[in-house]
């Protein structure tokens, strides 16, 4: 392990879902995704789930990633969490 994953709890390269929630609309999943993508590059269709709130106004959109790094995962949420569409990033 390199020294830039040891404060990390977590095992590199691992499965890593990361569940954004926004408000629904159409382009709420293709934002989710670009976001991930800018970091982990092209996510298969298959890593991709998408689950609407009860009364619809929300969306979820799940991304599992392999992820190499700490920093990684660091920016993913960095972007995610910046992002004025992104209400919840877990």
């Known amino acids: 392990m390199s020294d830039s994953n040891k404060d990390s709890l977590l095992e590199f390269p691992c499965e890593f879902p990361i569940k954004m929630m926004g ?7 293709e934002i ?27 969306v979820s959109v799940t991304v599992t990633i392999v992820a ?8 993913i949420y960095l ?9 919840v990033a877990l």
């Open 32 to 58: 989710a995704v670009a976001l991930v993508e800018r970091h982990a590059g092209k996510v298969p269709e298959g890593a991709i789930s998408i689950s609407p709130s009860r009364n619809g106004n929300f």
């Open 68 to 75: 190499e790094s700490q920093q990684q995962l660091d920016g």
């Open 79 to 87: 972007d995610l969490t910046s992002h004025e569409e992104v209400l």
């Open 23 to 29: 408000r629904a609309s159409d382009e709420f999943r």
